[in-house]
């Protein structure tokens, strides 16, 4: 049963011409294309439709946050709120208290446009979110016993998959219930998406640190401002705000190795910088260098209540080594001053162009959900508003390509060493002389013909490697990360003993060796796979 859109009679849209989208409209995934490639993966256009699923009467919706903060949060509630209300005429609308728990523990909130007519302005998330607490049956059982049959999910890579879970029990009991995601990450590691509300704010809001440590690093003699960001796995705040900023003189992020010691080392560069300027500044995402830390302290992993492992404090870290450095050296005396912003960064209100992409991300969201649409997120891809289904936005991480135009314009704006050695270079010259055609990570999965290849201990297959993998492997064989030996197959094995190195690895194995032929082995006893 459907029924006309009740948006046709408001006085705002009646006049838009081709207000409603087409049911065929589509998003392409990838917007630049070869000639003759094929046409790819695309997305529902998101929009109001002519017709509705849902009567506004019979409409009862919740929103629940999940996860860590971010800017815009009570942006995008309060617009779910005022789309449900001023666009369908929906006024049963309950806010689920602290996350995913709250759903079996807690009592709901009322929410309505006077309840959330001034939350935007505000950081934070009014309804509460928490880690862990996913309890999927408990959760469809209170959606069910308590008649909701909209069910909006905001939050992070975790979130999704949460309601991925969600969306597939109630699918089993057969409820007409729609159950939509709204993205939420402040360390833009959603894939598919063009990047997640709250981004903006955080890279503008990581200025004010840049710029105090800038001020004290240039006010003394040899001085240096190390700033820690957010960015458990991908670096995406580090290297817009550094970016932006031009203040940066180096910024480390998960997915660019380095090393301290010797030749084209961190502290070769730090003292060189600082014989050139007097002063510099060092940007850091939290998720940096993570292995070196592991190495040198010897602690047990630790978890939070989602099964995030919790990182170490890189920032402090480092700081505390290049301090060691030019003590124990006697090289020169230097002033460093360590700035952690991190949750300053993402408790703020969301900005003014984050507020407007906040609304569109919301209303999409309504607007899909009156429609019938289910187990969708809502989503900017290319520029447009879309519905992504749960499972394209929770396969795989969105990652900082470290051979993309991007990290390059990083590379020339700080001038900082890439930490890769003479030799490394010398083969990365000859791969930019015979190029395979590959330097695009993203290509290398469709592009290159798997074949099932072991990786021999000096018999690596550079030439078919693409340039993230060539420069992972050369760093992972710089850190003595690869073991010997897998000697029936006389290949080379990955033994890996910190876990947080293990998730990084299974994303670039995922993502770009297995895309490039390689066979992967998950332990010493199972044989070779190329899934
Ligand atoms: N695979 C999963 N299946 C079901 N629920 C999950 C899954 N992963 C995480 N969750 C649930 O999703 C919620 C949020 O997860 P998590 O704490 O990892 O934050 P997130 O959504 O990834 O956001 P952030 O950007 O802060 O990391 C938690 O309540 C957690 O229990
Ligand atoms: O301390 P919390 O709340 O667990 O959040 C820390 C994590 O959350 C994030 O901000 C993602 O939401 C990460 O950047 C960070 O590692
Ligand atoms: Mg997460």
């Known amino acids: 049963m459907t029924y006309p859109n009740p948006l046709r009679f408001n006085p705002a849209y009646s006049v838009v011409k081709q207000y409603f989208v087409h049911l065929d409209d589509s998003v392409p995934q990838k917007i630049v294309v070869h000639k003759d490639s094929p046409r790819g993966v695309h997305f529902r256009r998101a929009g109001p439709r ?7 009467d019979e409409v009862h919706a919740c929103i629940v946050t999940c996860g860590g903060l971010c800017p815009g949060l009570n942006t995008v509630i309060r617009e779910i709120v005022c789309g449900l209300y001023h666009m369908y005429g929906v006024n049963k609308i309950l806010g689920i208290d602290g996350g995913y728990r709250g759903f079996y523990s807690k009592n709901t909130i009322p929410l309505t446009p006077k309840v959330v007519n001034d939350i935007h302005k505000r950081g934070g998330t009014i309804i509460g979110t928490s880690r862990g607490g996913h309890d999927t049956s408990k959760i469809v059982d209170s959606i069910q016993d308590r008649g909701i ?3 909006y999910i905001i939050g992070g890579d975790g979130t999704q998959k949460g309601a991925a879970v969600i969306y597939e ?40 640190a840049i710029n105090a440590a800038h001020v004290e690093a240039e006010s ?18 580090a290297m817009y705000a550094t970016l932006a900023s031009r203040d940066v003189d180096l910024c480390l992020i998960p997915e660019s190795p380095f090393y301290l010691e010797g030749e084209g080392g961190l ?13 510099m500044v060092i940007v850091i995402a939290e998720g940096a260098g993570q292995e070196l830390l592991a190495e040198s302290l010897q602690s047990a992993d630790q978890k939070d209540a989602s099964g995030n492992k919790l990182l170490r404090d890189v920032g402090l870290w480092i700081s505390h ?32 162009s984050d507020n407007v992409y906040c609304t569109l991300l919301a209303q999409s969201a309504v607007h899909g959900a009156m429609a019938g649409y289910t187990g969708f997120t809502s989503g900017l891809v290319n520029g447009r508003q879309t519905y992504i289904p749960f ?39 000859k791969q930019e002389e015979h190029p395979t055609g590959l330097l695009d990570g993203e290509n290398c999965k469709e592009d290159h013909q798997p074949e099932l290849l072991f990786i021999f201990e000096k018999n690596i297959v550079w030439s ?3 340039w993230q993998c060539y420069l992972f492997i050369k760093a992972l064989l710089k850190q003595k990360l690869w073991k010997q030996p897998y000697s029936d197959h006389g290949s080379l094995l990955l033994v890996l003993d910190n876990d947080f190195l293990k998730g990084r690895v299974r994303t670039i194995l995922k993502e770009h060796l297995v895309g490039c032929g390689f066979a992967v082995f998950r332990d010493s006893r199972e044989k070779a796979t190329t899934t």
């Open 50 to 56: 002519q017709k509705v699923y849902f009567n506004s």
């Open 149 to 151: 049959n909209q069910v």
């Open 169 to 208: 029990e109630v699918r089993r009991r057969g409820l007409k219930v729609a159950v939509a995601g709204i993205p939420k990450t402040i360390d833009n590691d959603i894939p598919v998406i063009d990047k997640s509300f709250g981004f903006d704010t955080a890279v503008e809001e990581a200025q004010r």
């Open 220 to 237: 003394t003699e040899n001085g240096v401002g190390v700033v820690k960001l957010m960015g458990r796995y991908s670096g995406f705040i």
């Open 267 to 279: 502290f070769e560069f730090v003292e060189k910088r600082l014989k050139e300027s007097g002063h």
């Open 321 to 352: 080594k290049i301090k060691e450095h030019f003590a124990k050296n006697h090289k020169m005396d230097i002033t460093l001053k360590y700035i952690d912003p991190t949750y300053m960064i993402r408790a703020i209100p969301s900005n003014a």
């Open 391 to 429: 499972n394209r936005i929770t396969e795989k991480q969105n990652m900082v390509v470290i051979t993309d135009r991007m990290w390059a314009r990083l590379l020339s704006s700080t001038n900082q060493p890439s930490f890769l050695g003479p030799k490394d270079l010398a083969e990365a010259k």
């Open 464 to 466: 078919k490697l693409c």
